[in-house]
C-alpha cells in the first residue's frame, strides 16, 4: 500500500503530475488500471481547492515582495502558455490544455490559468478534471509502451 501512497502523492505535486507518477507506478511493476486511477485521482485534489482558493489567499500574500514576484511570473507564463486556447475555444480549451500532456500544462497550470482568466468554477473544473483523465489515458498507453 506505500507505493501506491507514493503514486498518488506524487500526482498531486505541481509540475509533475500524473506525467510522473503514470511512469514511475508502471516502471514500479503496479497494474495499469491500479496506477490510472491512483494518478488520475491524485491530480485531482487540488483542482478545486486552486480554483477556490488560490485568488483569495494571493491577495493576503501580493503584500510581500517573493510573493507578488513569483505571482507575477507565474501569471506572464501560464498566459502565454494557455490564453490563445482558452480565447479560442473556451472551457474547451482548458480541457486542451490540460489533456495534452506536455511540461507545464497540467491541472495545476490549467486550474492557475482559469483563475487568472476568471473563468467559472462550474466551467473549468468539468474541463479540467476530464483534461486530467484524458492526458492520464495518453501518458498510460505510452508508458506501457515505452516501460513495459
Known sequence: MKTELYILFISMLPFIELRGSIPIGISLGL??????????????????????????????????NWYRRMYQWSYRRTLRKGKNNLDRYGAFGLFIF???????????????????????ISYAFPAIALGVVFAGFIMGIASNLLLS
Open 31 to 64: 497494474p495499469f488500471w491500479e496506477v490510472f486511477l491512483l494518478s488520475v485521482l491524485g491530480n485531482m485534489i487540488p483542482i478545486l481547492p486552486l480554483l477556490i482558493l488560490f485568488e483569495p489567499i494571493s491577495r493576503i500574500f501580493m503584500r510581500f
Open 98 to 120: 490540460t489533456a495534452i500532456p506536455l511540461p507545464t500544462t497540467g491541472a495545476w497550470s490549467a486550474a492557475l490559468l482559469a483563475t487568472f482568466l476568471r473563468v467559472k
